[in-house]
């Protein structure tokens, strides 16, 4: 069966556009740093969606769009640890992961 | 073997040494660093100079790698920089509870700047990326330095979720211009821009992503509480180095590979420069901690090399390349003497600044020198940088923004003199006493002077700019 016939681009492409959204929502509205975390991992994996969508449908020849979703996932677990280490800290500091109480700078 | 790759990429190379050496001598048992910190000092002095042997103008592999006279300028202003910055950092370091972290801050520092050069010598979005990630995610490290302190532990997170929220918006506007082209190459994208809807909407993704980094307005919310919570030394790295490598970066897409559609920028330009001119104005007249005072007014002069983008010309790069420089050493000269300020006393609010000019007149009349120069006063090198960015935008007929630029400079001066008048006019029981500045801390704060006084007028250099620009 081919899928290819199946799926079209554009199904693909408000797929990744949901997702990104979902992920900004969530970064934007949840006040558990862990959370906000998961809402950026999504907001990355949409792009990862886009690039190997566009890639397989559009410019099957050249292999940019793989190759920039694995980099891409390659920095985003990169950006994940650096992020958890800081996590960490901010517990020792505050006793707390929730935004809300993190409020030491202000206007 | 070709060799000629390695004396190419000599900056990347010689920084990727310096990184194993701090690795290296980190290990080393000894209590006093100070020698680490002369070698760094040293040999750091030794490839800013190597950066301004000329080299060749090239593209190494397959193009992802760009290498010319333009790029190497700016890597040159970041070099000085970095160094003023570093020599401004020994009195930081050679305090007690700092020595142990010597090592680990030059190897951030370090990283930082490789990420920003391959960032700036990008021939690909791809590399572009990677290099931006490079000089990010250090950089949320240095800001969470202090890990001690419970402001220094939050600006790190504020800035490690503002950052990674914004590389991805960058990376969503990238995928959208891969669905358009079908390459990420800058010299295949050049020739095949166009004006269609799904190219703007991934220009203006890729410009939200950028003016993260830059802090325009609606994207500063970040800047004010890192610059406040981050250490000083790391402060003025954000304030400089991060904003001109964005700067610069921006810069390079927009005018070499976007430039032949400038209607599909301009506008955006022209109005995050308003916004963040007033936005930044607005918030830095009520700030009476100088670091948040210092972050707002950094944001306000990103409105104004805004400015410089919305003349699509040579000459609109030209004039923000110059600016850039002339707010480097304006802007690290008074971060220079805030940061001899807090490592001696620990002071950062504006009222403990009142009669600084009576025990240290020199220190003052430097800082007095540098806010003139932000403020855009006639004789330092300021005014003629924001003269000649008000000459571009006007030459292509924006006669509004300049106008409302012009309202905005005479603004900015008030709350610089404001400082200036709390360090010769105001009375103080008490003031800061005559401070001790290490042999380190001259020498950056000299540079600083020299080149606040001078840059204004040596035409040669401006004629270089335009040079390299073309």
């Known amino acids: 069966m081919n899928l290819q016939a199946e799926i079209p681009l554009d199904y693909m492409i408000v797929l990744s556009t949901i997702v990104f959204f979902v992920g900004l929502m969530g970064v934007l509205i949840r006040r558990n740093l862990i959370t906000m975390l998961m809402g950026i991992e999504l907001m990355l994996n949409a792009v990862n969606i886009n690039f190997v969508a566009f890639n397989h449908y559009l410019f099957p020849n050249r292999l940019e769009g793989h190759f920039f979703a694995l980099i891409v996932m390659a920095i985003a677990a990169a950006e994940a640890a650096i992020a958890i280490a800081l996590i960490i800290n901010i517990y020792r500091q505050f006793n707390t992961v929730s935004v809300d109480d993190v409020d030491e700078l202000k206007y | ?470």
């Open chain 2, 1 to 470: 073997m070709n060799w000629s790759t390695l004396s190419i990429m000599r900056l990347e190379v010689l920084l990727t040494f310096m990184v194993l050496y701090q690795l290296i001598a980190d290990l080393s048992e000894k209590e006093n660093k100070r020698s680490v910190i002369d070698f760094t000092i040293i040999f750091f002095t030794i490839i800013t100079f190597i950066g301004f042997l000329p080299s060749e103008n090239t593209t190494l592999f397959g193009s992802m790698y760009i290498n010319d006279e333009l790029r190497v300028f700016f890597k040159n202003i970041l070099n000085v920089s970095t160094l003023i910055i570093l020599l401004q950092s020994t009195g930081w370091l050679n305090k007690p509870e700092n020595q142990s972290k010597t090592g680990a801050f030059y190897l951030l520092i370090f990283s930082t700047l490789i990420g920003m050069y391959f960032m700036i010598s990008a021939g690909d979005f791809l590399m572009l990326y990677l290099g931006l990630e490079l000089a990010t995610l250090p950089l949320t490290i240095l800001a969470a330095f202090d890990k001690n302190l419970r402001r220094s532990a939050e600006a790190g997170i504020k800035l490690l979720m503002s950052s990674a929220v914004s590389s991805a918006v960058l990376l969503f506007g990238l995928s959208l211009m891969y669905g358009v082209y079908g390459t990420l190459h800058f010299s295949e994208m050049a020739l095949l821009t166009d004006a269609s809807t799904l190219s703007i909407m991934a220009l203006i993704f890729f410009m939200a992503g950028l003016g993260f980094k830059l802090s325009l307005v609606p994207f500063h919310l970040w800047t004010a509480d890192v610059y406040e919570g981050s250490p000083m030394p790391v402060t003025s790295y954000f304030s400089v180095v991060s904003k001109g490598a964005a700067l610069f970066t921006l810069a390079l897409v927009l005018y070499r590979v976007f430039g032949s559609q400038p209607n599909v920028w301009t506008m955006a330009a022209y109005i995050l420069s308003i916004t963040t001119m007033v936005v930044g104005n607005l918030f830095a007249l009520r700030q009476k901690n100088l670091k948040r005072f210092l972050a707002f007014s950094s944001i306000t002069q990103a409105g104004f090399m805004m400015l410089g983008f919305v003349n699509s010309d040579a000459l609109g790069m030209n004039t923000i390349v110059y600016f850039m420089l002339i707010y480097s050493l304006s802007n690290l000269a008074v971060f220079g003497v805030l940061s001899i300020v807090t490592n001696n006393t620990g002071k950062e609010n504006m009222d403990d600044f009142n009669g600084f000019y009576s025990t240290n007149p020199r220190l003052s009349l430097i800082m007095l020198l540098a806010l003139f120069s932000l403020a855009g006063i006639p004789p330092v090198a300021g005014f003629f940088g924001k003269f000649f960015l008000f000459t571009a935008a006007a030459s292509k007929g924006f006669y509004i923004l300049v106008f409302i630029a012009v309202l905005n400079a005479t603004v900015s001066l008030y709350y610089y003199l404001l400082v200036i008048k709390a360090m010769f006019i105001n009375k103080n029981e008490t003031p800061i006493p005559n401070l001790p500045s290490t042999g380190y801390e001259k020498l950056a704060l000299s540079m600083c002077f020299v080149g606040i006084v001078v840059i204004g007028f040596v035409s040669a250099l401006y004629d270089y700019v335009m040079l390299v620009v073309g």
